[in-house]
């Protein structure tokens, strides 16, 4: 298959040495639990490469923050643990949630079934654009980490490529 050729070519194309330090990410996603498993590995990533780099220097690893976009709450009774996942696990409590992205997530999911609505990708990219001025802290982080729904992630890094 040629895997393991392929895998060694793309190694050696990868930079070595840190060239930035991720200082604040941006974890935003649907689904609480899956946000945290990829928020999981890229700081256990980034921890790994601060040690292969500076770890023989006695230096410790700069502190990340994290703030969460997204994870709206099901409206239907039975998903309401998703509600009491999201206070309990990324800290937003509030009911009254004004986020932007949540909002984009529901234009995007029935967010009672979890099932994705039908759109065009144009609705979405004009749906997307009409938030763009309540996202402007996004510029801010150092890194996002986007899980689902994809369009979303792809209109993030469109509308905010250098993060």
Not at 132 to 157: A, N, S
């Amino acid at each position: 298959l040629g895997c393991v050729g392929a895998r060694l070519q793309a190694e050696e194309q990868v930079p070595s040495g840190v060239r930035h330090i991720f200082r604040s990410i941006l974890a935003v996603g649907l689904h609480t639990t899956s946000t945290l498993e990829a928020l999981t590995a890229m700081r256990d990533s980034l921890h790994e490469v601060w040690e292969a780099e500076f770890g023989g220097y006695g230096d410790k690893a700069p502190d990340v923050s994290v703030e969460f976009g997204g994870h709206p709450c099901p409206s239907h009774s039975g998903s309401t643990h998703h509600c009491a996942m999201r206070c309990e696990l990324l800290g937003d409590c509030r009911e009254d949630n004004d986020d932007p992205i949540a909002d984009f997530i529901a234009f995007l999911v029935d967010v009672s079934t979890f099932d994705e609505r039908e759109y065009a990708l144009a609705e979405a990219d004009e749906k997307f654009a009409t938030l763009l001025p309540r996202l402007g802290h996004v510029e801010g982080f150092d890194l996002i980490v986007c899980t689902f729904p994809t369009v979303l992630c792809l209109l993030l890094h469109k509308a905010f490529p250098k993060t």
